[in-house]
């Protein structure tokens, strides 16, 4: 079963699809009709931001070199001369990737290829990404978001750790939300494992979590999504599933669709909203740091209403 994931990938793939040198996948999708019609979304003005907060409260535990960011002051508030003024300063230091944050379309390859059949050893430990940079996706992450929320439909706080997200509740989910995910969407997929994080911490919350399974792969190249995020930390059902594979949702979302996924993501207060007004689609707007050969990046989402 192992190599279940890779049929499915080439049956799935994008390569070619945009052109021998293109380094956007499915972010293509998105044209300046669908941003427009993305911005007749917002009727009351409501914002939400979408990101947990960048510190060293945060979920990381150490695993695969991830740490929770380091806040340094490098400057103290201080009398300047003249007239006294004062400025402070400060650093971070952190993985990219430790908090709400982008996979590029350089974070994943299998069989030495990356996304539309650039090389793996594009991305070295001295250059880092030389193809499929996350920073060209800056200026494209703009569109109709779309919330399914997964563990309302199930009637819970939280779906439990292994737990799968099936087409199936997907389509549910959009049956009992009266809403519809697009052509060129932001889907946006609500397990509650954010929610499990604030009520019992980070114990435990990265060994395991609930998440799409690889059967919606084939459910979001139909749809033709333009990008899937979550509130858990890697999109998909962990454990997988699959004797024998890793991560095998990020493999073909990635490097064989050439989709960006957005992990982390704080959907509380956006979903509340959204029961509350019945509306489930929204503005949606994610760049990621201009960071020059990155694989992937911090973020600060953000849905209008």
């Known amino acids: 079963m192992s190599a279940d994931f890779k049929d499915l ?31 007749a979304e917002v009727a009351s003005g409501k914002v939400f931001q979408l ?18 960011p ?25 993985p990219l ?22 090389a793996a050893d594009d991305v070295s430990t001295r250059c880092g990404a030389r193809r499929l940079a996350v920073d060209a996706m800056t200026d494209r992450i703009v569109g109709r978001g779309v919330l399914l929320d997964i563990a309302r439909l199930h009637g819970t706080d939280w779906l439990a750790a292994g737990t799968a997200v099936t087409p199936a509740d997907l389509e549910a989910a959009e049956r009992a939300q009266g809403v519809t995910v697009g052509e060129a969407d932001f889907l946006l997929v609500r397990t509650g494992w954010r929610t499990r994080f604030l009520a019992e911490g980070r114990d435990g919350w990265m060994s395991g979590e609930p998440g799409l399974n690889l059967d919606c792969a084939r459910w979001l190249h139909q749809r033709a999504v333009a990008a899937v995020g979550s509130d ?6 962990m454990p997988s599933g699959i004797d024998g594979a890793i991560m095998p949702v990020h493999c073909v979302l990635i490097r064989d669709m050439g989709m960006p996924l957005a992990e982390i993501l ?15 689609s929204f503005l949606f707007v994610a760049p990621p740091l201009h960071i020059s050969n990155a694989v992937g990046s911090p973020v600060t989402p953000i849905a209008i209403k």
């Open 51 to 68: 990101s947990i907060p960048v510190g060293k409260d945060g979920p990381q535990s150490g695993m695969g070199g991830r740490l929770n």
């Open 97 to 118: 990737q430790s908090g709400t944050q982008w996979d590029g379309l350089s974070h994943i390859g299998y069989d030495n290829k990356l996304y539309n059949g650039y």
């Open 9 to 39: 990938g080439a049956e799935l793939s994008n390569w070619g699809r945009w052109g021998p040198d293109d380094q956007l996948g499915t972010l293509n999708l998105i044209g300046p009709q669908h941003v427009c019609a993305a911005a």
């Open 70 to 94: 380091v806040h340094l002051m490098s400057m103290q508030p201080q009398d300047w001369d003249p007239h006294g003024l004062q400025v402070s300063d400060d650093w971070i230091i952190m």
């Open 266 to 280: 704080d959907l509380e207060a956006l979903a509340q909203d959204c029961v509350a007004d019945g509306r489930w």
């Open 232 to 237: 858990n930390w890697g999109i998909e059902v």
